[in-house]
């Protein structure tokens, strides 16, 4: 290798799974970008590509030579190493030989607590057109996955069984073997309609050689054909594509050439619900559904297809036919689902298993029934009736033909069978938003009686999972039972309404099958610690967060973030460190003892008797400021007591010899406390520069 060149490595498997691709897009680059530093190697460039039968990298900007290494190697201390007269011992001099240097180019420096002799050892870089093979080796090995196999007799791994390794410099092989598997210059085109080998002059060809034999590697190239070849068939539809980035993503790395093809279906379908026949088209024949302008699905739909268009005619027949069929199944159980009423089936679900050890579906649907009872009764007694029988409703269209069919159906399939029943919108409504929002950014429900559902739902699958023992460990969450903490989180907080999550937690492990003395406090530590995490990711500075964390069980979740929006303005003001550090005098005294109720005839100094008449002054207005929600006055209102706490710290001996004295003087402080801690914990606050 002489100047800057390029390498390129292909690894050709069978189809890799399109759900795997993006993440081995990344850990490629990743782990390519990685070992190229750890060897020394520069480049300019990173690019990845992927394909469902190729993995591939390009690196631009590759010296000829390694960078040159500098180590300093450590050897004896200074007082083993030199002696009385400062000349090198035997020791010095062996260190010196066993490193291949003059004793003359050794040095003392300081580590840790001592001084030692250290070597200073300058390694010339190698060529890397000799460690390539090596770092190149390490990169297809170092790709894991989340499912991997073997194949054949070797004790190689990979997500698929690889048939070639592509690895050029330029236009030179790089070689080396991985389980038999030899590297060379040659790729595949597409399996049908270019299945001969073909041989890689160089990297600058790379891509168009695969174009020409039917394989687009540029996956970001991929996604433009099909988004344009989409959206221009719709419009020729009469109509536009329902958005689907994530349909659009998935389909993109399930093809290498992409050619899409308008199809239609029978009119007749279109009285199902939009959502039902988008279901089927996207999640389990990966067509793209069109609409008009108003959002009404079309019969028409795109089908992608990896062949030629002059197969347009085939590819169009048996798509029609395939989702002809799949309607039809879908219109048989939406039909037979409306000759029974919802409140038909709540006797059914007796016989549907829940959880082996939580009961059955009734079972779960009791303990939704009484939580959600509960919620309405404390903020919206006027609709507990209406709630309580979207309660009952809630899990009954999970027994119906649609959603047995398509479980992704669940709430929504219910709300139509609610409504074909006569039931009130608002019950119609809470059937479908009980699983919302049902991913992380996802939307809240728009109504409470279907924000109230949801609470019921997840605040039980929370405390029953936990009474089990079913708890998130480490990455594992096979019950999502992160998510749905997040989402009361979300629900409580954006609602505005007045509960507390100690309340909720009590109460909904009322019902739980499995009762401990700890349940209680192991699932409000597990929900402080998520109020934590989601906080911090808000912005909001870590001391902040902890300073109102003790308030977060029993104080409305909806207020936490105006306490910490009027903290934060309170760290700006300029009497801020100054109320700061008198605040933290009061509580750095206090010990951790049982302190008597404050007697007024003890106090006896001046500045006590100011700061306690100080503290009555201003105790009732913080009591209708929080009841108001007024934190950043309240907070204003509480800087007033600098002063006095600093003229009591100065002149009166706390830790008086007269017991009761003393007592009596420490309890004024913890009245202080007491009364701050209502708005935020002081000490765990820093000062502002």
Aim: charged share 30%; with cysteine; proline share 4%.
């Amino acid at each position: 290798m002489s100047g800057n060149t390029s390498l390129l490595l292909e690894i050709g498997t069978e189809e890799i799974p399109a759900r795997f691709i993006p993440h081995a897009l990344m850990l490629l680059r990743d782990r390519a970008e990685s070992l190229l530093n750890e060897y020394l190697v520069g480049f300019s460039e990173v690019k990845t590509y992927a394909t469902p039968r190729r993995l591939a990298l390009i690196v631009n900007g590759i010296p000829a030579m390694q960078r040159d290494r500098i180590r300093e190697v450590y050897g004896p201390p200074r007082k083993v190493a030199l002696d009385d007269e400062g000349k090198f011992t035997k020791a010095a001099l062996g260190f010196a030989s066993s490193q291949g240097v003059d004793a003359e180019s050794l040095i003392i420096k300081k580590k840790d607590r001592g001084e030692y002799l250290v070597a200073i050892l300058e390694q010339k870089g190698a060529a890397v057109g000799e460690i390539l093979p090596e770092i190149l080796k390490k990169v297809v090995l170092s790709l894991h996955f989340p499912k991997s196999m073997r194949w054949g007799a070797g004790d190689l791994r990979f997500v698929r069984p690889i048939h070639w390794i592509l690895a050029i410099s330029d236009s030179n092989v790089i070689s080396f073997d991985i389980d038999s598997i030899r590297s060379g210059n040659t790729t595949r085109g597409h399996r049908f309609l270019s299945p001969t080998i073909l041989v890689v002059q160089d990297i600058h060809s790379y891509l168009d050689l695969l174009k020409a034999n039917y394989v687009i590697v540029d996956q970001d190239q991929r996604r433009r054909i099909l988004h344009e070849g989409i959206t221009r068939l719709s419009l020729f539809a009469g109509g536009e594509p329902v958005r689907d980035d994530e349909l659009l993503d998935h389909v993109t790395n399930l093809i290498e050439y992409p050619v899409p093809f308008l199809c239609s279906f029978p009119e007749e379908y279109l009285k199902l619900p939009k959502e039902l026949l988008s279901t089927v088209m996207r999640d389990h024949q990966k067509f793209f559904a069109v609409r008009d302008t108003g959002d009404k699905l079309r019969n028409s739909f795109i089908v992608v297809s990896n062949t030629r268009e002059e197969n347009a005619g085939t590819v169009k027949t048996g798509a029609e036919r395939v989702i002809k069929a799949r309607f039809e199944d879908a219109r048989f159980y939406f039909e037979k689902d409306l000759r029974r009423p919802l409140s038909e089936r709540i006797e059914d679900l007796r016989r549907v298993t829940f959880h082996d050890r939580l009961g059955s579906l009734y079972d779960k649907t009791e303990k939704i029934v009484k939580l959600s009872t509960f919620i309405a009764g404390r903020i919206f007694p006027e609709r507990e009736g209406l709630i309580k029988r979207a309660a009952w409703l809630s899990k009954t269209d999970l027994i119906s033909g649609v959603v047995c069919e398509f479980p992704e159906l669940q709430g929504l399939m219910g709300k139509y069978y609610a409504l074909h029943d006569g039931e009130e919108t608002s019950v119609a409504d809470a059937i479908m938003e009980q699983y919302l929002p049902a991913h992380s950014g996802d939307r809240l429900p728009e109504t409470d009686e279907g924000s109230i559902i949801s609470l019921a739902d997840k605040m039980d699958n929370i405390l029953s999972f936990f009474s089990i023992g079913l708890t998130p460990t480490g990455s594992e969450d096979p019950f999502a039972l992160r998510r749905q903490a997040s989402a009361v989180i979300a629900i409580l907080t954006e609602k505005g309404y007045a509960l507390s999550l100690r309340e909720l937690i009590t109460k909904a492990g009322e019902t739980v099958v499995v009762k401990s003395a700890s349940l209680s406090d192991e699932v409000l530590r597990f929900f402080l610690q998520r109020i934590e995490t989601l906080l911090s990711s808000q912005g909001y500075e870590s001391g902040i967060i902890q300073s109102v964390l003790h308030l977060t069980a029993d104080a409305p979740l909806a207020e936490l973030r105006e306490r910490l929006i009027a903290l934060q303005e309170f760290t700006e003001e300029p009497e801020y460190n100054r109320f700061l550090l008198s605040i933290k005098r009061v509580y750095n005294i206090i010990p951790d003892v049982l302190i008597p109720v404050l007697s007024r005839e003890l106090l006896l100094e001046r500045e006590e008797k100011t700061l306690y008449g100080e503290v009555l002054n201003i105790m009732p207005a913080i009591d209708v400021m929080l009841g108001k929600r007024m934190y950043h006055d309240a907070l204003k209102l509480l800087s007033s007591l600098s002063e006095p706490i600093n003229d009591f710290f100065d002149r009166v001996l706390v830790m008086d010899k007269r017991e009761e004295v003393r007592l009596n003087r420490l309890a004024l402080l913890k009245e202080i406390r007491e009364m701050t801690l209502r708005i935020a914990d002081f000490s765990t606050l820093a000062e502002r520069g």
